[in-house]
């Protein structure tokens, strides 16, 4: 059974850093496509960062250069450093997994259940 668990979420001021993480279960990380999303209350799930087996990694542009994703492979771990934090990234954040059918392509299939995050002006 695959289980994704985000973890790091909280608040903080503009200008203030967090690091999500997502534990990975039940399948070998290193084999899939794993990314970031967010959404907030009547909107659509925005893709904030992803990164290929390969380690090949794609931003938002609204995040470049504020937020780094990364993985343990060894400890099934998915990362999201978070920098230089605005209250327009205030919304749930969620960790997803999924299979790539060719280069920077990926099939979203697992989801974890959120971990809210809120900036303050």
């Known amino acids: 059974q695959v289980q994704l668990v985000e973890s790091g979420g909280g608040s903080v001021q503009t200008g203030g850093s967090l690091r999500l993480s997502c534990a990975t279960s039940?399948?070998?990380?290193?084999?899939?496509?794993m990314g970031w999303f967010r959404q907030t209350p009547g909107s659509e799930r925005e893709r904030v960062a992803a990164?290929?087996?390969?380690?090949?990694?794609a931003y938002a542009d609204s995040v470049k250069g504020r937020f780094t994703i990364s993985r343990d492979n060894a400890k099934d771990i998915l990362y999201l450093q978070m920098n230089s934090l605005v209250p327009d990234d205030t919304a749930m954040y969620y960790c997803?997994?999924?299979?790539?059918?060719?280069?920077?392509?990926?099939?979203?299939?697992?989801w974890g259940q959120g971990t809210q995050v809120t900036v303050s002006s």
């Open positions: 039940g399948y070998t990380a290193s084999m899939y496509c």
């Open positions: 990164i290929d087996s390969d380690g090949t990694t």
């Open positions: 997803a997994a999924g299979t790539s059918p060719g280069p920077g392509v990926c099939e979203w299939k697992y």
